[in-house]
């Protein structure tokens, strides 16, 4: 409804400017309501079909050929299989700078408990084997439909851009590895290297219809862990004749936890999270190993050092303490660096998203807690810009703002965005900020990125 008053105020408001050269000028870099709504129901089955038939990171074979599908019908140049089940579709339109805008393509292994008519109930095998339920409970639904209703509006309007445009859907972002696949197989050699990259992400932070934005550090490092303790099987009844890995597990958990409470200096930004933990068949059975998994969070570089160095520490120690018969094996997987947003273009971008889509509806936030491989792109050098993208009921948002009973968050099995008006506002947010970028030329557009002294003080 809020929605509906706020395209009835944009009409009033661009009637009253028509003809006049403002009109012009914020027509170029924002866009009629009417042509999103145009796309839309395209969109939005899109929505519908990616959510109730989700692939499994690296496995997202028809995910991939839906999206290459949509966009060559838009007449863009689509090529598949770059880096795995990566598509990489470009358009050109004249000369200017070269915009990338990316999606990811992988659903989790999460059993969807929302209860929505087009839940997934889509079971698959997981790399080890293991049949496993499928969900898009992170919201790449969202931005794959939001990327193919831009698409639809950028192809059908390109007397409002010039320049490259690419769209890339990119594989295996919940398990690190999609972005340096994509990357590996010629992202930036193979097709034209672009000026900025771009990305939204949608959670239940923010009610739909809002978006975030973060100028410098927009989320964390993520480390992941995986711990196996040895111990000695043996009989449940006799376990003076076995050693049991269980109890170290359990003394090494707690023992992690000391790590942010006490070794960390207060204010340091440090997560360390024991994910599964994973023992034994059956109660009377001492099992000879234990496993578990670990995320950790971090901002500062030396800080992420101590803790890795700490879990290292502390494991192994009590492994010993309890005379395990060897030291336990530590492995490091999908690890990511922070996301860092361009101060100048996220400046500039937040401009854009608040002519777009009202300035009530920008909301500059600090930097989050969750991790994500979009900062492989940034390392090789291209600028960023990764906002957050509104995904809360606003009424539930309310509520929960004053019971204290937070929303789903992403990875929950009731994590279901409130796609309409979400969906919309992405691709409202997309059309504006791509239009922005692609006028002018590339070197104006890199020229106003390097004038921020921020944006070489990483
Ligand atoms: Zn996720
Ligand atoms: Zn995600």
């Keep these: 409804m809020k929605k509906f008053m706020r395209v009835i105020a944009l009409l009033f408001a661009t009637c009253l400017l028509q003809g006049q050269t403002v009109f012009a000028q914020s027509a170029a870099s924002s866009s009629d309501s009417k042509e999103i709504d145009a796309v839309f129901p395209e969109a939005k089955t899109l929505y519908l079909d990616l959510h109730e038939h989700p692939e499994l990171s690296s496995h997202e074979v028809q995910t991939a050929a839906k999206l290459a599908d949509h966009l060559r019908r838009l007449a863009y140049e689509v090529t598949e299989h770059v880096g795995g089940t990566g598509v990489v579709a470009v358009m050109k339109n004249g000369v200017g700078p ?11 292994p999460v059993e969807e408990k929302t209860g929505l008519p087009y839940a997934s109930k889509v079971v698959a095998k997981d790399d080890a084997g293991h049949d ?12 794959m439909a939001s990327i193919v209703g831009t698409a639809a509006v950028m192809a059908g309007s390109k007397n409002t851009w010039h320049g490259t445009l690419i769209l890339i859907g990119q594989p295996a972002e919940e398990t690190i590895g999609g972005a340096t696949g994509m990357v590996a197989a010629g992202l930036f050699t193979r097709f034209p290297k672009p000026d900025v990259i771009l990305a939204l992400h949608v959670g239940n932070g923010l009610p739909a219809g809002q978006v975030g934005v973060v100028p410098g550090v927009y989320n964390t490092n993520a480390d992941s862990v995986k711990i196996t303790i040895f111990g000695k099987g043996g009989h449940g009844s006799a376990p003076n004749t076995a050693i049991d890995p269980i109890v170290i597990a359990a003394r090494t958990i707690l023992a992690l936890q000391t790590i942010t409470s006490r070794e960390v200096k207060p204010g340091e930004m440090a997560v360390v999270t024991v994910g599964y933990i994973n023992a034994g068949t059956k109660n009377n059975i001492i099992p000879d190993h234990a496993e578990m998994g670990l995320t950790v969070r971090t901002r500062n570089p030396e800080v992420r050092k101590q803790i890795l160095a700490a879990i290292d520490r502390i494991t192994k120690a009590e492994a010993e303490a309890a005379n395990a018969p060897r030291p336990p094996q530590i492995d490091h997987f999908e690890g990511a660096d922070l996301v860092y947003n361009d101060p100048a273009l996220a400046m500039r971008m937040k401009g854009v998203l608040q002519t777009a889509l009202g300035k009530e509806n920008v909301i500059m936030e600090g930097p989050i807690t969750a991790s994500e491989d979009f900062s492989y792109f940034v390392e090789q050098g291209i600028p960023g810009f990764y906002f957050s993208l509104g995904g809360a009921d606003p009424e539930k948002l309310k509520e929960s703002r004053v019971s204290g009973n937070m929303l789903p968050s992403n990875h929950s099995p009731l994590f279901a965005p409130d796609v309409d008006p979400a969906l919309h506002t992405g691709i409202e947010a997309e059309v504006a900020i791509l239009r922005n970028l692609l006028h002018g030329s590339s070197e104006e557009l890199q020229k106003s990125i390097a004038q921020s002294p921020a944006a070489t003080a990483k």
């Design 98 to 108: 070269t915009v990338m805008l990316r999606t990811e393509l992988d659903a989790l």
């Design 132 to 143: 496993v339920p499928v969900m898009h409970a992170c919201g790449h639904d969202v931005h």
